[in-house]
């Protein structure tokens, strides 16, 4: 059975960092590209950042570009979400979905049907 768990969600002033993890299981990275998407009070949910393992192609939305960076560990079967200088306005639940096969990982991340998604982590950037 496919399955994401993710984690590593808190609660971290503006300007600090926390990395999310997604932990995957019934699949391997090897055939599924992973994204991570955020939805924050009162908005539409939104990607972030998606990756393909098998192809090494990643994607970013412009408003994280060279403060998150995305990565994989295909022996963990497990994608994560390093995010840095964090803002208020990263606040959200963020979730990671998984998609059959090699993607393109920015149509992926703005708006594919995913074939699964996590239960969130929430993260709240606030002093």
């Known amino acids: 059975q496919l399955q994401v768990v993710e984690s590593g969600g808190g609660l971290v002033q503006p300007g600090g960092s926390l990395r999310l993890s997604c932990a995957g299981s019934g699949f391997t990275l090897d055939y599924y590209a992973i994204g991570w998407f955020r939805q924050a009070p009162g908005k539409e949910r939104e990607g972030v950042s998606c990756i393909s393992s098998s192809v090494g192609s990643t994607y970013y939305t412009d408003s994280v570009k060279g403060r998150f960076t995305i990565s994989s560990d295909v022996a963990k079967n497990t994608v994560y979400l390093q995010m840095n200088s964090l803002k208020p306005e990263d606040t959200g639940v963020y979730y990671c979905?998984?998609?059959?096969?090699?993607?393109?990982?920015?149509?992926?991340?703005?708006?594919?049907?995913?074939?699964?998604w996590g239960k969130g982590t929430l993260v709240t950037v606030s002093s």
């Open positions: 979905a998984v998609l059959r096969g090699s993607p393109n990982v920015e149509a992926m991340c703005l708006g594919a049907t995913m074939d699964y």
